[in-house]
């Protein structure tokens, strides 16, 4: 276990000397977005499959919404800044 987050670490630290990125968030992203398709694939069969082409539309559409919602928040507060008077 410490060996494996040695190891990626330190090749956390190549990405950034590479000049690719952060290395350590592009393997984050990676590991995130690599669980994706299953997490999709667990919405569609609670929230859509089986049902008729109605019920299934209307679910698909307020997941989008959730999930385009939850991005734009993110965006907005982590470019949010306070500018406090000195």
Same mark, same amino acid.
């Given at each position: 276990?410490?060996?494996?987050a ?14 690719? =990125?952060?290395? %350590?968030?592009?393997? *984050?992203?990676?590991?995130? !977005? ?5 997490d +999709? ?8 499959? =089986?049902?008729? %082409?109605?019920?299934a *539309?209307?679910?698909?559409? !307020?997941?989008?919404?959730v999930?385009? +919602? ?17």
């Amino acid at each position: 276990l410490t060996a494996g987050a040695i190891l990626v670490m330190w090749l956390g630290e190549r990405i950034t000397e590479n000049g690719i =990125g952060n290395g %350590i968030s592009i393997i *984050l992203l990676i590991n995130i !977005v690599s669980g994706m398709p299953k997490d +999709f694939y667990a919405l569609y069969n609670q929230f859509m499959k =089986g049902k008729q %082409i109605g019920p299934a *539309l209307i679910a698909g559409c !307020v997941i989008a919404a959730v999930v385009l +919602f939850t991005v734009v928040f993110v965006i907005i507060l982590s470019d949010a800044e306070r500018h406090i008077p000195v």
